[in-house]
């Protein structure tokens, strides 16, 4: 067991942090929330840019091969760079479903063509990709999709609609998950489609979330000729070849969120010093000091839990049904992060942006919002609490 | 960057369950609770003999020479196993005390006897205010004529009555500052005035005293360290034996985990095996989530203890709130889901929920060590 890191890695570090130091746009922490880890719309130009910058930079797809624009590095090195992204407090990745979840799926199932036509453009931010899994009657019970897609000659004909996909209206490729065989067992009949936003047809219609924005949308396909050439991995394997999506889509939640909790965890700490209750301040109440010490405790496990996942991958096995349970850990914590920062905000959490009254500017009232997305997006804690039971545990399907 | 254990250590917790399993079984935990002692020679010679009394301490006074992220793996199995006896109060109280601050004379003297299984000593630290910080510690030691006298009283003192010594935290001084003026006396457990009387507690299987001191009186040669600066080799010697406490309630945690799957996929209600069901299903999900963190701080820890980092009591203390809390719950679960059965004294299930409430009460509990965690981060 040893935690420290090599000299090189070390270097990596101090490479990054100085880059970070002469490149962050200063202009960020003023303009959108910085503990904020979800793109906002109103910033998606800048935050094109600033991938862009990051890419050239070389601190995006560390692990990624060489041939497509990655470094060919560790996870070790990936964790670094995420860290001190996170202490930084730099703007998030806009591609991040590209970057989290299309790319390692390229890499893993794409042929050269498919390879070198997609992974290198994800990197630098050229190309945005969106996730089409989730359909109105399909959510957790995924294999359930009725998205068709119906062979014609060299194309494939696909009709039906997807629903929650994120960032779709500034997308330009889509993960598209549809139905190619309905005689085969759900699960079966899947195939996974690298899908041109751009084609005739396909119709975004963007939808408003709870939190005002609207970063998810949508997508009705209709009469959408895809050729036969962006199928990801065999027809009928979109099953296989989803699940890997939603490993990386785990793992990367894994990486770069647990190094953001610690920064927000930060931020709520300094929120408990500044706010006052009967006249002291709310970090001298025991009570106060027990729930922020257990937070502390609690994105200090994550961490740790996370550094033996890592582990595991450094020696050569995958990322597991383990990572359901760092997603859920994350979720948790967070959420009750930002239930906490209300708790401190006292009736002050009722004031959104616009009032001089509102706390750091109402920023914390945003993110305690869109936390409650997080126990739904990416598949539900209901359901990481299944693929725990079953899968690690081995109990019985339900 | 590798947190994992070693093939060596692998191979060490292969051993160590085996060792367990034929050794230490249900039965022999139950012979064990029933009788004062808590152990027997054999046993002892046994634990011995395999090297672990003596694995964190120094080769030249008998000791393996290992650290203490290899006492994890070792601990966590004898959690697993819900092992008897005095094996933390001797080789993580007494004998680390000595080791930490004792002269070269208490060393050469006590440290390679605990190796050897030949002596035990007990740490007599908590009293009656059942206080875990410097300000309770109100037994006193007189100095007059080059001796001191010792008097007061002890309480919560683990296997003090099997000790041939006990290192005993008394104060020397009164001052402002309750961390000065504490200093460890080591005291033959047949000291005249010195009473050892065993207490009836929830969890048999460890073993628990009141030591009272009545004008107990000690060379100076018995003081352990120096005088009055007794408080700072004290913590690190609990925060270390911390380490190893947290590692074994991992072990029993994961001990009930592993239990209360099992019976789930092979019972049956309503024609199903109850682990179908999510109200089982996802309770150990809930389970597994607590085990596998309790095991991340306790390894981190262990880690941080070996490389001396100054993190280590910050660690411990994130390790040591987590764990009690996590083995409390996950104990109480096993119970539940195990229904009827999980009540009964023929089960084992409530020797680790027995040993979960000693162990969340040993060196201070979740709320404690939360609060030594908003100090040491500075809130
Ligand atoms: C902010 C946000 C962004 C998203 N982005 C995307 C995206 O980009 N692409 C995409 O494809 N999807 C996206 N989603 C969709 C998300 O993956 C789904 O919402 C999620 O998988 C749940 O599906 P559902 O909404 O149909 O709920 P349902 O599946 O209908 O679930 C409703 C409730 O029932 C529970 N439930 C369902 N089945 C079970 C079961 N077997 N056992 C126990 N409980 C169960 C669920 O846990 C939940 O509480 C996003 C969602 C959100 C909130």
Redesign the pocket.
Known sequence: MDLSLTSEQEALRAEVRAWLQANMPREWTRRVMASSDVPRPEAYDFLRTWQRQMYEAGWIGLTWPREYGGRGLSFVEELVVHQEIALAKAPPILNI?GVGMAGPTIIAYGTDEQKRRYVSKILSCEEIW?????EPN?????ASLQTRAVKDGEYWVINGQ???????HVADFMMLLARTDPNAPKHKGITYFLLDMRLPGVTVKPLR?LTGDA??NEVFLDNVRVHGSQVLGGVDNGWAVGLTTLMYERLALGFGLQVRLRITLDGLVELARKMEKNGRALTHDPVMRQKLAQLWIDTEALKYTGARGITKLLRGQMPGPEASAGKMIWVDTHQRIQELAMEIEGPYAQLTPGSDWAVDGGMWQYTFLRSR?NS????????QK?IIGERVLGLPK? | MNFGFSEEQELLRATARKFFENECTSTFVRDRMAEPAGVTDDFWTKLAEQGWLGLVYPEEYGGTGLGFVDLTVLMEEMGRASMPGPFFSTVLLGGLAVLEAGSAAQKKEWVAKVAAGQAKIALAWTEPNARWDAAGVTVTAREAGGAFTLSGTKLFVLDAHLADAIVVVARTRESARPEEGITMFLVPRNASGLDVKLLPTMDQTRKQCEVTCKDVRVPADAIVGSKDSGWAPLQRVIDRATVGLAAEMCGGAQRVLDMTTEYAKIRVAFGRPIGAY?GVKHRAADMLVEVENAKSLTYYAAWAVDENSPEAPLAVSMAKAYVSDAFRRIAGAGIQLHGGIGFTWEHDLHLYFKRAKNSEFTFGDATYHRERVAQLIQL
Do not use: R
């Open positions: 479903l969106c996730q089409g899994y989730s399909s959510g957790s019970d995924l997807k629903v929650w996909t994120s960032l779709a979330q970063e998810f997305a739904i997006e990416g598949g539900t804690t209901e359901i299944n339900d | 999510q």
